[in-house]
């Protein structure tokens, strides 16, 4: 998918774990997996809004668009 | 999924699942006692004309590829469809329970009764052709069903993708 999401990179930058951002952000762990590893579908604004809130960061800074190679 | 209609899917489940085994028990019987396998029951259960005249099977060599077709095929797409059938609606309970209602795999468990449906249907029209008769009917309401569940089949399968991208929605 061309939508990468950078959540792994945030998450080492604010030296916080997935656990403590699922709490934060009020979703399972299992679904920031999801979210992590680029399976998600979408997300919805509360999520980005949350995930923001949680990393202190913008949109820009979690999600990411590069061209697909194909 | 509320209450109400976890506890209507059960009963349903219930009552398909005793409709289903009754069916391939019935079938069983039919099939039996007209090939004379156990003790026999034609008058009583052999209703569709084919042991009206209180026969037994006659295998004829010009349409013997036929009769075994359609004294097997009746038999076993018969008891695969009611088998099917009863895996869906138990499939679809203890689905509930992880809370992804819509399976794929019932998708083809749905597609294959319908097929399922189709064969049963077709042997079970020409199930005269066991006894006396030489011709192949095809009709229209041997279709019905098995169209009504394909096109089931392929709205179920919407919702299967519907659902997936609802649980993948973060």
């Not at chain 1, 080492?12 to 656990?19: D, F, N, T």
């Not at chain 2, 699942?17 to 004379?36: D, E, H, M, P, T």
């Not at chain 2, 299967?160 to 609802?166: A, K, P, W, Y």
Request: charged fraction near 20%; charge should be positive.
């Amino acid at each position: 998918m061309a939508i990468i999401v950078n959540i792994d990179i945030m998450l080492a930058r604010r030296k916080m774990s997935s656990g403590e951002l699922a709490a934060k952000v009020g979703i399972t762990p299992a679904n920031l997996s999801i979210l992590k590893t680029g399976k998600a579908r979408a997300i919805r604004f509360t999520t980005l809004e949350a995930l923001c809130r949680a990393l202190d960061c913008q949109p820009g800074d979690i999600l990411e668009y590069r061209e697909d190679s194909h | 999924m509320k209450r109400n209609t976890k506890n209507l899917l059960i009963a349903v489940t219930a009552i398909v699942g005793i409709i289903c085994i009754v069916n391939a028990v019935w079938l069983i019987v039919q099939s039996g006692s007209v090939a004379g396998w156990f003790t026999d029951y034609r008058n009583i259960v052999y209703g569709d004309g084919a042991a009206e005249n209180g026969s037994k099977i006659v295998w004829r060599n010009d349409v013997l590829g036929w009769q075994y077709f359609i004294f097997y095929g009746r038999l076993l797409f018969g008891i695969a469809f009611d088998a099917l059938l009863l895996l869906f609606m138990i499939k679809s309970i203890l689905a509930l329970k992880s809370g992804a209602f819509f399976l794929k795999s019932n998708t083809y468990i749905l597609i294959s009764a319908a097929v399922c449906n189709l064969l049963y249907n077709f042997c079970n029209e020409n199930i005269r052709i066991l006894i006396y008769d030489t011709y192949k009917n095809i009709t229209d309401a041997m279709l019905l069903t098995p169209l009504i569940l394909f096109a089931f089949s392929l709205i179920y399968g919407l919702a299967v993708r519907v659902s997936e991208e609802n649980r993948l929605t973060i």
